[in-house]
C-alpha cells in the first residue's frame, strides 16, 4: 500500500498569513503524484524523452510486446498502426 509521509511544514512568523503554507502543502502533494505518475508509467516501459524530461514515450516494439500484439489491426484499430 503506497503512503505519504509528510514532514511538518512551517512558515516563519513574519511570512504567515501570505499564503505560504499553502503554497508549501500543493507543491507536495503534487510533487507525490508526480512521483506516483513517474512511477506507474515506468512500470509499462514509457521513457522520458531527451528534450524534455515531462514528456513520455513508449516504443511500438515495446508496446506490441506488453500488448502481444500480432500487428493485425482489429475492429475499431486504424490501419495505420499496421505499417
Same mark, same amino acid.
Given at each position: 500500500?503506497?503512503?505519504?509521509?509528510?514532514?511538518?511544514?512551517?512558515?516563519?512568523?513574519?511570512?504567515?498569513?501570505?499564503?505560504l503554507?499553502?503554497?508549501?502543502?500543493?507543491?507536495? !502533494?503534487?510533487?507525490? &503524484?508526480?512521483?506516483?505518475?513517474? %512511477?506507474? @508509467?515506468? *512500470?509499462?516501459?514509457?521513457?522520458?524523452?531527451?528534450?524534455?524530461?515531462y514528456?513520455?514515450?513508449?516504443?511500438?516494439?515495446?508496446?506490441?510486446?506488453?500488448?502481444? !500484439?500480432?500487428?493485425? &489491426?482489429?475492429?475499431?484499430?486504424? %490501419?495505420? @498502426?499496421? *505499417?
Amino acid at each position: 500500500m503506497p503512503v505519504v509521509v509528510l514532514a511538518w511544514l512551517a512558515v516563519d512568523k513574519d511570512h504567515q498569513g501570505k499564503g505560504l503554507g499553502q503554497a508549501l502543502l500543493k507543491d507536495a !502533494w503534487l510533487r507525490t &503524484a508526480q512521483a506516483a505518475v513517474w %512511477s506507474w @508509467y515506468g *512500470s509499462w516501459e514509457f521513457e522520458s524523452s531527451h528534450a524534455d524530461a515531462y514528456h513520455l514515450f513508449l516504443m511500438r516494439k515495446d508496446l506490441k510486446g506488453l500488448l502481444r !500484439w500480432d500487428g493485425k &489491426a482489429s475492429v475499431g484499430m486504424a %490501419s495505420t @498502426y499496421d *505499417s
